[in-house]
């Protein structure tokens, strides 16, 4: 037999691929205007994050997710965007992000950007071009333009209310100055929607796809991802909670099957290029068996899962989110993604600090618990199945800053609201990096929002090397979470019998036991303890027979 032929039978079974590195990264979101201030105007920018780069090799993780930093109005932070292809010149320049990706690469970090496809600023070229030609402009077409209802159309086309309060609708000028048709926004007016019918909306979003993966991006995280296409003839909901039903109940605007088949074509598009890169959809659909048809083998990679984020910290209730969430992505195969926190919501050390009233954050309530059942949720999630996406600042334990005065904020959604919604500012507060200084290292020119006079406690200098401190927790748990493998593998967790209150499951290689009683309790050792998110002690006897586990503290064991 020739040397070089090979003979099956003595082949040696190649070694299993490693999975694709989505299904269990750790990814970090960065909010620009927030993160670092490269150029001391008070606005993060593009640099600062650049500049900070080695914090976040340092913190171990394995992606950033970057919201949007695009040409924008800064209607809603970033999400009202002008021109996808270009930079917002407060956050930096073209060859800003294309250095920022360069070196986040050659770090071993991955980027992921923010894609904004359910609307657009109302600057945007389209838009405007829209609005000055009137009716029978061809790029009306791209968006919701109707006639209203009512004598005089003074009414608007249907009963859609918008996320961020009010009517779902504006009304327009004709360009002679008489009253016009109305356009759809399902967010703020500033935000009108595209019209996904219209094949030129479609192509452009391959191109700008394009666009960022010819720039070396390695995913994208879709907004409002179950929103572009609307039901058949907009119909009326009949209903004025509508915002309730967001995510919970089946609506004509949300969630229609007419959108899996956009995912597909940009799968195709994704999938031509090396390297996986990958589409993470949020998505707010009625059931998780809804959510999981965005996942299916040849739409998006992921979808956020933020049935964690909205679970109280409460053993039985966490189990069966465990168990719902891993049931639901394994029946199309995709992996799982969790949530504790993000830039739409109240930080969770503040959440788990008291009673939450509906859609805020508790205003008052016992801080440290709500640290300390934070710090414990973060080991509880960095144990699970899948990816963990986690939002700037968590890793310091920073609280929701629930106190800015009203005329500092900007979240569209409190003018629209009438003040009474709309409190996401209070994540978004630029994080601290020093003890001292101005904006505490975040710049060397202020901070957009004011930042709280703690701050500084709790910065990355203050927490750096203090072994008690929630930065060493993150570090030291993510680092963990890189070398073996084991903790975000698979698909499913083995439940241990435990005490109420208490959550012990099983992963390849470890134990994590979450006691989230108030409690101290007794429990046997499983094995060697590896990380603890509060301290825990060996009760005397035969050493290492049993411990004291603390209330509201999660212990990783070897097994
Ligand atoms: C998403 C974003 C949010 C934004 C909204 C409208 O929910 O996370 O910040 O306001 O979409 O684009």
């Known amino acids: 037999m020739s040397p070089y032929a090979s003979d099956a039978s003595d082949r040696v079974a190649p070694a299993a691929p490693p999975p694709a590195w989505w299904r269990e990264a750790v990814v970090y979101q960065v909010y620009p205007r927030s993160f670092a201030d490269g150029n001391g105007d008070g606005m993060g920018d593009l640099p600062g994050i650049r500049s900070r780069l080695p914090y976040l090799r340092d913190l171990g993780v394995d992606a950033l997710w970057l919201n949007p930093f695009y040409a924008s109005p800064q209607a809603d932070a970033g999400y009202d965007v002008a021109d996808p292809r270009a930079v917002e010149p407060a956050l930096g320049t073209l060859a800003d992000a294309e250095e920022l990706i360069r070196d986040a690469h050659e770090l071993g970090i991955r980027v992921i950007v923010d894609l904004v496809p359910n609307h657009s600023s109302d600057r945007h070229e389209w838009f405007r071009r829209a609005r000055e030609e009137g009716p029978g402009s061809p790029y009306r077409d791209r968006y919701h333009f109707h ?4 004598e005089n159309g003074e009414l608007p086309p249907n009963d859609w209310t918008s996320v961020f309060g009010g009517p779902a609708w504006t009304r327009t000028k004709n360009p002679d100055g008489t009253p016009g048709d109305w356009y759809l926004h399902l967010f703020a007016p500033e935000q009108p929607d595209f019209d996904w019918d219209q ?3 479609r192509d452009d979003f391959h191109s700008i796809l394009r666009f960022w993966l010819d720039r070396g991006v390695d995913g994208f995280r879709v907004d409002v991802a179950q929103g572009l296409v609307k039901a058949e003839g907009l119909p009326d909901i009949g209903r004025t909670d509508q915002r309730r039903m ?3 109940e089946a609506s004509p605007m949300w969630d229609q099957d007419g959108v899996h088949e956009i ?18 959809g949020e998505v707010w659909a009625p059931t998780e068996e809804r959510t999981a048809l965005y996942v299916r083998p040849d739409e998006l990679h992921q979808a956020f899962n933020f049935a964690l984020m909205g679970a109280s910290w409460d053993a039985e209730e966490i189990r069966r989110v465990v168990d719902t969430s891993l ?8 992996s799982a993604t969790w949530v504790l926190s993000n830039h739409d919501h109240c930080r969770h050390a503040t959440r788990f600090a008291g009673p939450q009233p509906e859609g ?5 309530g016992d801080r440290a618990l709500g640290l300390r059942r934070a710090r414990a949720a973060t080991l509880l999630m960095l144990a699970l199945p899948g990816s963990a996406y986690l939002y700037q600042g968590e890793e310091l334990g920073l609280p929701e800053v629930t106190d800015l ?9 409190f003018a629209r609201s009438g003040k009474t919604d709309g409190f996401r500012d209070g994540c978004r507060v630029p994080i601290p990096w020093t003890l001292a200084g101005p904006s505490y290292g975040f710049g060397t020119g202020g901070s957009w929002l004011p930042q709280p006079e703690a701050w500084g406690t709790l910065s990355v200098e203050a927490q750096t090397g203090d072994p008690g401190s929630t930065l060493e927790l993150y570090r ?9 493998p084991g903790l975000g593998a698979g698909d499913t967790v083995e439940w241990d019998d435990a005490p109420h209150g208490v959550l012990a499951f099983r992963r390849p290689g470890f134990v994590c036991t979450a006691n989230t009683a108030d409690g101290v309790l007794i429990i046997p050792s499983v094995g060697r303890p590896l990380l603890s998110s509060s301290p825990i002690e060996a009760v005397e006897g035969p050493p290492g027979e049993a411990f004291t586990l603390p209330g509201h503290t999660t212990v990783w064991w070897t097994a």
Do not use: F, M
Not at 147 to 150: I, T
Not at 327 to 334: H, M
Not at 405 to 413: E, G, N, S, T, Y
């Open 147 to 150: 006639p209203g209802k009512g």
């Open 199 to 201: 094949p030129a909306v």
């Open 246 to 248: 967001l995510g919970t």
């Open 263 to 280: 995912y597909r074509s940009w799968r195709r598009v994704l999938d031509s290029y090396p390297g996986e890169r990958i589409a993470v």
């Open 327 to 334: 049931e639901a992505v394994r029946k199309v195969r995709a």
């Open 360 to 364: 805020q954050c508790p205003r008052a």
């Open 405 to 413: 005065p009203d005329d500092v904020r900007q979240d569209p959604a």
């Open 476 to 484: 030291a748990a993510l680092a963990l979470r890189r070398w073996h």
